[in-house]
């Protein structure tokens, strides 16, 4: 057995169970209903946690997503509202801008040889105060293709929906798990996540990885957006607040090692969904409060990390202790 | 000739880390580069390799000059490198690190399958039955060291760099990878080997090349040299500095007390159990060659790495060792090989670096008044002649010489009774050479008892009471009185069997 | 005395800058008048309004000078808000409300610099537990309302005057000073830097580089504390969802301005709260100004910019290389001629 996969099966197992628990208490959860909710209402988190996943491979952060987001809620619904271009346009130009946005940081990050974390933390700033200046009110979006987004879904067995923005989410999962780990560009972000000396040694161009990199992460937020927008029906600039962090945290409980180098995208799917459980259950139980989510979370933070610190710890032991 | 180099020169600030050096390398050949640390075989290599542009001088491969700008430039030119340690990606599996940046692909993605095929292909030859589908990191260094040599050999192809590859192997180990090796001399492959080993020379190489001090020593037939000259080449050196202003060590040790006794310290991988005693006012040596385990002898006295047998003891009781802290309160002092990531800390001003120690010892509460800490840094810098403007000067921008200086005056502001210079004298020049020599010698007057490690033989010769000579992670042999001399160390280092010339005192 | 005047001028001359620009557009931005026996003006306002970030940065700046980060502590102001607020609420008084609340965040900064000495976590992933957990625990303890109370005393702390100064203005300026006497009276300060440059040289001078680092994040903690207290004080009672949201952002921004590298090494206290001072200068001045407050955002993602630039290790080497070439070029010409 290859102990990097140790994480991931520890994510899926904790997953199983939890959802075991869940179903044995209220057993409405175990339904296609609960399912289809589950995968709708996590719908932008999971594409935002694909592009997160991919930075937190290399080695990087980026604390801007959740300002994206909000940005690109409201690009779309002022840019509905002003002019009279197809969704599919703004769709489109929504997505050059969050992914040269990306770039640029990318860009920024390995020029300036700056820390990711500051990096970010200014396009955070400039991302949600340009939304800001777009408009400081919620905009509405009221178009036929809107409707029809949010209206088209497949009815599973059981009367569960599974909607538009849901499907979408699981085929991003997808193309994210084919880019990660099948393709070239995919093996250097996690040579970057392994070492960026060595990785520049067997021949990864570091600057272009780096912006191609975030880029990847600017698209999928811009792409989350438009999810967003879909499921909430309006653009806000206060939006999406601190997603960044439970993207975050959804990649380390699915088993990314938060340094870089191991993880699969496949779990970052098991740790949005797991996150998503903790909510559902709670709102099943009605008497437990909101913020046990948070502590939940927490814990779960706390114990994979200390759960891949031991497994690092493991393979290192041999070398000589030396302080 | 595949390759040849002449007259390279790589001048760094304050240093000729190369100075007009020839090198050449036939195909089929194993060629060994040989020399201590600052000998210049790293700048050489980074030289080769594209990491370093070179100042003056040539290179030709195949005929043609090549000036690599990078290592992935010189990867494709033909030089490929294996290192010691950071070679590949410990957390890719091995068709992974063997086929990146040229995996098979279908449509456009990454075929697993046939990336498989093509590392077993990679690895035919090199006699490894492995699962390349793991992550390199499960696999033993001997097998990842080749590994990469069977990366290196697939994408570069004509000359490879071995550069330390049997540093942390076992026996076994190292027979595996030299089948590899021959096998790819047979083959035609021009190899450079590194090595501070010099049996492994001996057995593998058909020429040897030695650097010294940046400077080119010899190019001989291994097998038309024996160890003694070959140790001579290496470490042999004219130290008329030194030499001049005389030698007061070999001092019959009888007179003077003990002052500490370290019985049985040891560490399993590191080096075994070893006595020693200390004894006021004299200076110890520590011979051997580069990874002899001088350097972690002197690591375990200072608790910086931690000993896992052994007691420490003076004319009261036992005193810990397990920390440098609890060392330094035990009165030892440490001036580490490294001067860059050990010794100084960059930033800050060459009053802080001297004080730093002292003000630790104090604890943050009883902060040295200003005055006091300016008084010492003038003093110091007066005392060890430390050239600099002003005490506020960031001890980064020192030469290297003044920065060893200040990590000196460091220890010496705290009055240690036991004193570490590991390589005291490295990367500085011979006026402040014989100066810290100079200084040493004046300070055991006060009773302070000195040990040097060194690579410098003369400079033991010249500063030492007593060699202990160090070899192969065990101390052998023990040099005494008369008995001090370039060659008897050079020998004592040389001896293949295990029967030293003298037990260590126990 | 010099020196140090010289390490804040720019952080002080951007103040300036500030200054007479929103005087532009707001010409009685600088004036104070007493009401009440109170100062009152938008400079006072500044003063009173900026006091939990320049706190937080106080704090801040040590946990960076040791080449770490802190991001929890908007969560422990959160969580010390609360722990103030119950402790009022249940008659317990002033003082044990204080003792509890800054207990509260010296264990919150004793866990993350365990985390992070002892565990060897980097210190981003560390503090984010605490971020994301502490604040369903400040939830807990205020069971998810807005813990309110009665005491003058405590929302004396928030709202009060002491000369007519605002008492958040004196504490922020009392923690900055006291602070940093005693980084810079003690030998704290260098042993703080000396670990942010080269812990390992450190370790081996006999530093207790682990127990340094311990205690930075606890001061960081404590500062949260105090800050915590400030924002409860302020509006008289606990919103665990809404103190100190994003503030830890804030408080690196404020260090980042005051010129400290985020790679560790030496610091300055006084040049990270007059970075706190700067950015409510904006926030307030955009205001008064008659400026649309979505410009703050923008503003303040271009000063992070512009200073990370000029920080740039990369960039000066860079800079460097091509004066060096240049003057080379020019040498040549030289001999030439």
Redesign the interface.
Known sequence: M???TFPLLATIAIFLVAYAICSAQYPTIFSSRVAGNLLTDNAYLGITAVGMTLVILSGG?DLSVGSVIAFSGVFIAVMLRDTGLHPLVIFALLLVVTTLFGAAMGG?ID?????P???T??????A???A??LT?DSVPINHDFYSFLQKSYYLMPGKGRLTFIGVLMLLTVLAGM?VAH???FG?SV??L???T????????KVRRTTVQIYAFSGFMSGLAGIVFSIYTGSGYPLAA?GTE?TA??AV?IGGTL??G??GYMFGTLIGVLTMGLIQTYIVFDGTL???????V???L??SF??LQ?GLVHL?TRQR???? | MLLTIQSLTKTFPGTKALDGVNFDLSAGEVHALLGENGAGKSTLIKCLTGAYRRDEGEMHLDGRLISPTSTSEAQELGIGTVYQEVNLLPNLTVAQNLTFGREPRRFGLINSRAQKLAALEMLQGYGLDIDVGRDLSSYSVAIQQIIAIARAVAVSGKVLILDEPTASLDAAEVRMLFDVVRNLRDRGLGIVFVSHFLDQVFELTDRLTVLRNGQHVVTEQTAGLDRLQLIHHMLGRDLEAVEEQGHTGHAPIVERPAMLHFTGIGRAGVIEPFDLTVHEGEVIGFAGLLGSGRTESAELLFGLRRAQTGEARDQSGPISIETPQSAIAAGFGFAPEDRKTDGIVAELSIRENIILALQAQRGWARPLPRAEQDRLAADYIKRLDIRTSDAEKAIGDLSGGNQQKVVLARWLAMNPRFLILDEPTRGIDVGAHAEILKLIDRLTEDGMAVLIISSELDELVVAADRIIVVRDRRHVSELTGSAVTSDTIMQAIAAEDHAPAQEVAR | MIRSLRRVAPQLMTLVVLAALVSWFFPSFLQIDMSDGRLVGPVIDILKRGAPVAILAVGMTLVVATGGIDLSVGTVMAITGAVAASALVSGWGVPVALILAVGAGMIAGLWNGCLVAVLGIQPIVATLILMTAGRGIAQLITEGRILTYSDTGFGFLGSGSILGIPVPALLWVLTGVLVALLMRRTALGLLVEAVGVNKRASALAGVNARGLIIVVYMASGLCAALAGIIATADIRGADANNAGLWLELDAILAVVIGGNSLLGGRFSIAASVLGAMIIQTIDTGILLAGFPSEYNLVIKAVLVLAILMIQSPHLASEWALIRMQIARRRAAREQEV
């Open positions: 290859n102990p990097r952060i920024l020029i300036l040889a700056m820390p974390f500051i990096v933390l200014a396009g955070m700033f400039l949600r105060g340009v800001y200046m400081i084919i099948r393709t070239r093996a996690f040579a996540g392994g070492g000396a060595t990785a520049r040694l067997m021949g990864v607040v962090l975050i945290a380390v938060l340094a180098g191991a409060s909101s913020w046990w989510t948070k502590i979370i927490g814990v933070l706390l990390i200390l610190k393979s000589g202790a030396r302080i």
